[in-house]
């Protein structure tokens, strides 16, 4: 038996059987693999309430709320999440879409820097991440990478 079979099972009993579908299914390595069981925890505890179990956001989330403000959107691929750059991803978590848009824009998602590492948020980008199809996974990075490029 390979140690990669040996490691694939430990990683299957510690992080449940999503880790290894996703080690599976995306050629991700183990740490990834840990670093996505951890964002799935953190995203369950922080972000489901709004953004939704599976990711499917608010209903009629591109209409404004009766205070202004707009709905929690989705972050699967149906959303508009794969359409930002990991550093402005990271921003609106850390310190929110208010904070991010600036003029005056308000919004009922609170940075969570206090709540969350640096780490912590970029492992519930990670899990976000692993939710989407290869093309917008692909645009995506393609995106980061442009970001990367101006800001060297």
Same mark, same amino acid.
Request: proline share 6%; charged share 25%.
């Given at each position: 038996?390979?140690? !990669?079979?040996?490691a694939l %099972?430990?990683?299957?009993?510690?992080?449940?059987? @999503?880790?290894?579908?996703? =080690?599976?299914?995306? %050629?991700?390595?183990? %740490? $990834?693999?840990?670093?996505?069981?951890?964002?799935?925890?953190?995203?369950?505890?922080?972000?489901?309430?709004?953004?939704?179990?599976?990711?499917?956001?608010? *209903?009629? +989330?591109k209409?404004?709320?009766p205070?202004?403000?707009? #709905?929690?959107?989705?972050?699967?691929?149906?959303?508009?999440? +794969?359409?930002? *750059?990991?550093?402005?991803?990271?921003? =609106?978590? !850390? /310190?929110? *879409? @208010?904070?991010?848009?600036g003029?005056?824009?308000?919004?009922?998602? #609170?940075?969570?820097?206090?709540?969350?590492?640096?780490? /912590? =948020?970029?492992?519930?980008?990670?899990? =976000?991440?692993?939710?989407? #199809?290869e093309r /917008?996974?692909?645009?995506q990075? /393609?995106?980061?990478r442009? $970001?990367? $490029?101006?800001?060297?």
């Amino acid at each position: 038996m390979s140690r !990669k079979v040996v490691a694939l %099972g430990i990683v299957a009993a510690l992080s449940g059987t @999503a880790a290894l579908a996703v =080690i599976w299914q995306f %050629g991700a390595n183990l %740490g $990834e693999a840990a670093v996505i069981a951890q964002g799935r925890q953190h995203y369950a505890a922080n972000c489901a309430s709004c953004h939704g179990t599976n990711l499917e956001g608010k *209903p009629d +989330w591109k209409r404004s709320l009766p205070s202004g403000r707009m #709905p929690a959107p989705p972050h699967d691929a149906s959303g508009h999440t +794969w359409h930002h *750059p990991d550093g402005v991803l990271f921003r =609106i978590t !850390k /310190e929110g *879409p @208010a904070a991010v848009v600036g003029n005056g824009y308000e919004s009922d998602m #609170p940075g969570f820097g206090e709540v969350l590492g640096d780490d /912590e =948020i970029r492992a519930v980008l990670a899990f =976000i991440k692993s939710k989407w #199809p290869e093309r /917008e996974r692909a645009y995506q990075a /393609e995106m980061s990478r442009r $970001e990367k $490029e101006k800001t060297q």
